[in-house]
């Protein structure tokens, strides 16, 4: 794809899948590197899939007001990439239950971005999400994967916080500006 606003997502997770999991994402805007992004979320599940595709919904966000008429979103995620391209018609015919009869693992977030990828196409844009390899000489995949790292090392989800002597709700996001 010629001419293509190309963004590079990546979610991280320190401790996927076990006790004090803390994850982040990062976002990499390759001709508008300021826009580059990176966060985390102090609530829900923290695994690296979930922080994937909260990559990929920031990328289709900021998609919706671009200019460019082509939008292609590279992620190292097979599992985000599939989710969104290939297994999504089925969840939504079978009321979003696996073919191992379990309910999909982060349907909302995937309904969100199905959703903003919907609009994308509607404004007469073309966007694509392709696979890349992840962790190797991709300058941008790897600048992506580095921020989702420094966001999930610096993820506060499991410290205690305390206004006074009085615990504090944790807040919903933090953003990290690049």
């Known amino acids: 794809m010629s001419n293509a606003y190309i963004i ?26 300021y826009r580059d992004t990176s966060g985390y979320f102090t609530y829900g599940n923290q695994t690296n899939n979930r922080y994937e595709l909260e990559a990929i919904k920031i990328a289709t966000e900021v998609a919706l007001d671009v200019h460019n008429h082509h939008i292609l979103i590279r992620t190292d995620s097979e599992y985000s990439k599939k989710s969104i391209t290939t297994w999504l018609e089925t969840w939504k015919q079978n009321g979003f239950i696996t073919a191992n009869g379990e309910p999909v693992q982060n349907r909302q977030l995937i309904v969100e971005i199905d959703d903003n990828i919907r609009h994308i196409r509607a404004q007469g844009k073309i966007i694509q999400i392709e696979h890349v390899r992840g962790h190797s000489f991709d300058h941008f995949n790897n600048e992506a994967d580095r921020l989702a790292r420094i966001a999930a090392n610096n993820n506060t989800v499991h410290e205690q916080r305390f206004v006074g002597n009085v615990p504090s709700v944790p807040g919903p996001l933090a953003f990290y500006y690049h």
């Not at 996927?16 to 982040?24: C, E, F, L, P, Y």
Request: glycine letters at 24%; zero cysteines; a positive charge.
């Open 8 to 33: 590079y997502t990546d979610g991280s997770t320190v401790n996927n899948g076990r006790a004090g999991a803390r994850g982040g994402y990062g976002v990499v805007f390759v001709s508008e590197r």
